[in-house]
C-alpha cells in the first residue's frame, strides 16, 4: 500500500488569553506500514470544544473525538469500512492497536444501521452530551416543578441541559448572547431565555423570569454571572459549576464580591465537576440521549466547519459565542 | 408571692458594620402572676455567640440559649429548683407555659447528677456544638488520614471542629489570631496552628503543614481566607462553610478573585449550612460530646463573663478575636 501522510495540530506554546492561529501548527507526518494488530483510521468529522483549550499540553496533538472510517486494517475486530468513534484529536489519520485512548470510551464502533448521522456521535456519545446528562442530573438533583437557570444556553452543553430539564418537568430559563439564539432557545421549549448583551441586569432579568427562585443552577460562565444567579437561589439551591468559558481566556480576572456568606445563608451546595468521574456510566447517558433524540425530545443542531485546515476557526469561534448548538468539523 | 421584675437586652435598631452598645437597650418588665400550666425562669447562664448578631429583629430580645433555674411553678412536669436549658435569650426572667421556644430542643431539664457543671449546656447541648458536629461530621465527610484545615480556630465551634477531627483520625491544621491562642490549639492536639497576623501569607502555611494537601475545610472566617485554601485543596476536597466572621461587620466587602474555576478543576463541593437543618438529630451530637468530654476526648474551655449587664461585653468580645473558648455570662 502506498504511505500515508498524516496531518496533525500540534500545541506549539501555551495560549495566553484568547488562543491564537500561531499557537498551533500543522505538522506533517509520514505514517509506518501497519503491523499486527493494527488499523488506520481516516478523520471524517472531528469536534471542537472549549475543554481543549486546556487539556493539551504543548508539543502534543489537540486532543478530542472524531468520527473516522477505517481504510487499512490488520485488526481481526476492525475491518475496512467500519466506522468508529476514536479520542484521537486534531489528525487527519491515525493507527491505533485496537485500544481505546484516552480513557475507556475513546474507541467504539458506530452502529451503520443509526437513523442518526455519524457525526452526532461527536454530539451525543463523547464527553459534552455527558457533561450536560450528569452535570445536570447528578449535581443539580433535579426535581419536577423547580426552576433551572443556564447560561452559555445555546451551547453545546448549555441547550442539551435546558432540554434534558424540560424532559424532566423543570421550568428552564437560559441565557445567551444573541436574539437570534434566544429564538433558538424557545423553539427548543425554553420558558423564558435573555441575551445577556441586551439586558439591564441579569438580576432583573431572573426575578423576571423566576418567580419562585432559582432551585438548579448549570454554570458554564463564572464571574459576575455566577454572582448574580447565587443572589436569587432558592434555599438549598444546588449549583454545577461546569465551566467558566468568562475566565478561560482572560490574562487578569476582574474582581468579584465574597459569595460565602449567601452559600451559607441560603445553604447552597455548589460543587464543580469534570465529566470522566461518571466514565464508567457514560453509556448509559450516551444510550437514553440518542433515544430522546430519535423520539424528537431532544433536538440536537450542528454547526460544520469545512476542511481539516478549517480547525483552528471553528475552535476558535466556541470563544466568540456567535455559533449555536454543536461545532463539528468535516475534515 | 412579691412580683419579679424580668430585665430583657433588646435591639433597637439594625447594627451598621461592628455592634455598638446603643444598638440595644435593658429594658425592665414586671411579670404577671403565672397561670395554670407556667413555670417562672430565673437565668443562671446565657450564652452569647456570633450567630446573635443576625437572628433578632428590631425591638426584640436577643434570642439564644440559657441555663436557668426554676423560681415558681404552676406546671406539674417542672418543680421549684429544677435546672432547665431554655431559648430564653438575654432575659433575666421568663414565664413559660412548658412548651419548647424557638425549636423543638428550645427546652429540657439538666441532669443534676450530670458531673459536667450546667453552664457547659450552652456548649455541648444547644446550636454552637451541634454545628461543629454536623457541620463538620456531615458536609466535610471527613475520612481517617486526611487534612482538615479550620480557621477561628479556638472558638467555640472550631475548636471543637479540630478535637473532632482529631477523634476522627485526620491531620488538623487551625488558623487563629493570637500566639496564645495557638499554644492553645497544639494543647487540645492540633497537628499544626498558625497566628494568621505573624505569618507571611496562608497560602505559604498551608503548604508547610499541608504536605498531602487538604481535604476538608471547616469554613468561619470567608474572604480571602477562603480563597487562599481552596487554592491548596485536593480533589474532591469539601468545604463546609459555617460563617463568614470577617465579613459580618464589613460596611463595605472588599472584592476577591473569582473561586468557580478552582471549585471546577478541583471538582470541589462547597457547602453552606445553617444547624437547623439536623434538628431532629441534635440529641445525638449532645450525647456523643459530652461523652468525649467525659472521657477527656474533647476538652471544653469556658471564658466567663460576670452580671447580666456584662451581656454586651461579653458578646463584643467575639468579635474582637481576643477569646479563647466558649464565652458564657453567669448573670
Known amino acids: 500500500m502506498a504511505s500515508v501522510i498524516a496531518r496533525k495540530w500540534l500545541l506549539k506554546k501555551n495560549y495566553e488569553g484568547t488562543p491564537k492561529r500561531e499557537d498551533l501548527e500543522i505538522i506533517e507526518e509520514e505514517l509506518p506500514p501497519l503491523k499486527d494488530g493494527e488499523f488506520l483510521v481516516e478523520a471524517q468529522w472531528i469536534t471542537v470544544d472549549p475543554y481543549q483549550r486546556i487539556v493539551t499540553g504543548v508539543g502534543n496533538v489537540i486532543k478530542g473525538g472524531q468520527v473516522g472510517k477505517i481504510i487499512q486494517s490488520k485488526n481481526n475486530d476492525f475491518a475496512v469500512g467500519d466506522l468508529i468513534f476514536g479520542y484521537y484529536g486534531w489528525s487527519s489519520h491515525t493507527i491505533c492497536d485496537g485500544n481505546p485512548v484516552g480513557h475507556i470510551h475513546g474507541l467504539r464502533k458506530l452502529d451503520p444501521s443509526n437513523p442518526v448521522p455519524p457525526s452526532t456521535a461527536l454530539g451525543t ?3 459534552v452530551p455527558a457533561t450536560a446528562y450528569f452535570g445536570f442530573l447528578d449535581i443539580c438533583q433535579p426535581k419536577p416543578g423547580e426552576t433551572l437557570v443556564v447560561n452559555a444556553a445555546a451551547g453545546a452543553v448549555g441547550s442539551a441541559v435546558g432540554q434534558i430539564a424540560k424532559i424532566k418537568g423543570l421550568r428552564v430559563v437560559g441565557f445567551t448572547g444573541s436574539d437570534e439564539k434566544v429564538a433558538y432557545l424557545k423553539s427548543l421549549g425554553f420558558d423564558a431565555a435573555y441575551n445577556y448583551k441586551t439586558i439591564s441586569t441579569i438580576t432583573d432579568a431572573l426575578k423576571e423570569s423566576c418567580p419562585n427562585g432559582v432551585d438548579c443552577f448549570f454554570d458554564n460562565v463564572g464571574g459576575e454571572f455566577f454572582e448574580s444567579v447565587l443572589g436569587q437561589m432558592n434555599t438549598f439551591g444546588r449549583v454545577a459549576i461546569c465551566g467558566a ?8 480576572l476582574p474582581k468579584v464580591h465574597p459569595v460565602t456568606t449567601i452559600i451559607l445563608w441560603k445553604q447552597l451546595t455548589v460543587k464543580g465537576f469534570i465529566v470522566t468521574r461518571w466514565l464508567d456510566q457514560w453509556p448509559d447517558a450516551f444510550k437514553e440521549m440518542t433515544q430522546w433524540i430519535q423520539e424528537g425530545k431532544l433536538q440536537y443542531k450542528e454547526l460544520v466547519f469545512n476542511g481539516f485546515d478549517s480547525i483552528f476557526d471553528a475552535f ?6 456567535a455559533n449555536i448548538g454543536k461545532v463539528v468539523v468535516k475534515v
Open 316 to 321: 476558535i469561534s466556541l470563544f466568540k459565542g
Open 245 to 252: 468559558i468568562s475566565q478561560y481566556n482572560a490574562l487578569e
Open 125 to 127: 456519545g463523547d464527553a
